[in-house]
T-cell receptor, first 113, second 113 residues
């Protein structure tokens, strides 16, 4: 059974700092990995999707990397802003699960002005 | 604008009552999902449907029912058999053809009084 772990559970940083969020998964046979952002009381917004054949994806100040062999992904946020404060979740789709995704519990990020 | 619409946003229910949460998408996606989110926990899969007139149980299907009579619609009924229904419910659809990206609605918060 695929398990997804996100560390740390919560993170507080001053504005302007570069930071890294971690996601690890137990089964390396994944189809893709997706990073999401969730604001309080809202749905999830997709940030980046990395296919299993890719090593990284970038969007603006965000960069996500994927190392299938070690079962790890990182989300790098450059020059953090208070508006980045949210919960960040990663999810993996296993090759054999069809369309089912497994989610981590998320990292709650607070960026202080 | 394409997207997923969930309604109602907030719902209060007395014990013993069934309630139905609506989920409509105009993204032309075949696959749709219902997740439950509890405070401090990740998303847990209730039911999913990969095509019209077909659906499968997720990890926590007991006390819930769904239907998929139209591609655009995937309503979730929370029955009186669900022992702890107070939660945040999220509907999603998957772009399986193009990107493999998962899109979410804004969620419905159910409170049992």
């Amino acid at each position: 059974k695929q398990e997804v772990t996100q560390i740390p559970a919560a993170l507080s940083v001053p504005e302007g700092e570069n930071l890294v969020l971690n996601c690890s998964f137990t089964d390396s046979a994944i189809y893709n990995l997706q990073w999401f952002r969730q604001d309080p009381g809202k749905g999830l917004t997709s940030l980046l999707l990395i296919q299993s054949s890719q090593r990284e994806q970038t969007s603006g100040r965000l960069n996500a990397s994927l190392d299938k062999s070690s079962g790890r992904s990182t989300l790098y946020i450059a020059a953090s802003q208070p508006g980045d404060s949210a919960t960040y979740l990663c999810a993996v789709t296993r090759e054999t699960s069809g369309s089912r995704l497994t989610f981590g519990e998320g990292t709650q990020l607070t960026v202080n002005p | 604008d394409g997207g997923i619409t969930q309604s109602p946003k907030y719902l209060f229910r007395k014990e013993g009552q069934n309630v139905t949460l609506s989920c409509e998408q105009n993204l032309n996606h075949d696959a749709m999902y219902w997740y439950r989110q509890d405070p401090g926990q990740g998303l847990r899969l209730i039911y999913y449907s990969q095509i019209v007139n077909d659906f499968q149980k997720g990890d926590i299907a007991e006390g819930y029912s769904v239907s998929r009579e139209k591609k655009e619609s995937f309503p979730l009924t929370v029955t009186s058999a669900q022992k702890n229904p107070t939660a945040f419910y999220l509907c999603a659809s998957l772009d399986r053809v193009n990107t493999g990206e998962l899109f979410f609605g804004e969620g419905s918060r159910l409170t049992v009084l």
